[in-house]
């Protein structure tokens, strides 16, 4: 079992969704949970990061951690063509000094 | 004005060959990071230096060797390039080795091994 699963889609919506992505994971010991974007032919962007379980909310996306069941969220309200791209889920233990990610899903938004 | 950025954009070599990809972060941080993200997209730690130390040292052939000079800066040499080196590298910088969950990256290096 990989550390850390992600549905790699593709995801297409139409703009103005709500959009769920979804990590899972088997480390019990990941503390924290990140969230980036990348677009294509670009460089990751780190979008959010939670610490242990709860929500994070900015703008129109919210993160959301549930530890007891090793389920990770990014929730994107009212989707724009913009937001069109890969999204990495990744996380880290918090006593070492490596990210490990999720392989990422492409979301398509359309106008 | 770019913070983290990455030379050459693209690399294209035969196998056998060496090269080298620089790295450089204007953001004053710590601890740099180079990552490999291969054809399905799946990103990869390989090495990290903290204050030109080496702190990760993944499972990578012997082939790649990081180099930091000082500590806004992370150069990685490739020797005798195999067709399986052919990947999007990508540097990354974080503010210090505890804030490793608030990381910036470069735009990458799309090598490609013939």
């Known amino acids: 079992q990989k550390e850390v699963e992600q549905d790699p889609g593709p995801l297409s919506v139409p703009e103005g969704a709500i959009v769920s992505l979804n990590c899972t994971y088997s480390?019990?010991?990941?503390?924290?949970f990140m969230w980036y974007r990348q677009y294509s032919r670009k460089g990751p962007e780190l979008l959010m990061y939670?610490?242990?379980?709860g929500n994070k909310e900015d703008g129109r996306f919210t993160a959301q951690v549930d530890k007891s069941s090793k389920y990770i969220s990014l929730f994107i309200r009212d989707s724009q063509p913009s937001d069109s791209a890969t999204y990495l889920c990744?996380?880290?233990?918090?006593?070492?000094?490596?990210?490990?990610f999720g392989k990422g899903t492409l979301l398509t938004v359309n106008p | 004005d770019t913070a983290v950025s990455q030379t050459p954009k693209y690399l294209v070599t035969q196998m056998g060959n060496d090269k080298s990809i620089k790295c450089e972060q204007n953001?004053?941080?710590?601890?740099m990071y180079w990552y490999k993200q291969d054809s399905k997209k799946f990103l990869k730690i390989m090495f990290s230096?903290?204050?030109?130390?080496?702190?990760i040292n993944e499972t990578v052939p012997n082939r790649f060797s990081p180099k930091s000079p000082d500590k806004a800066h992370l150069n990685l040499h490739i020797n005798s390039l195999e067709l399986g080196d052919s990947a999007v590298y990508f540097c990354?910088?974080?503010?210090?080795?505890?804030?490793?969950?608030?990381?910036?990256f470069g735009p990458g290096t799309r090598l490609t091994v013939t």
């Open positions: 990744a996380m880290n233990q918090g006593s070492n000094y490596k990210l490990t």
């Open positions: 939670t610490y242990s379980s």
């Open positions: 990354a910088s974080s503010q210090d080795k505890g804030a490793i969950y608030e990381q910036y």
């Open positions: 230096y903290n204050n030109k130390e080496l702190i």
């Open positions: 480390n019990s010991a990941f503390q924290y």
């Open positions: 953001l004053g941080h710590d601890t």
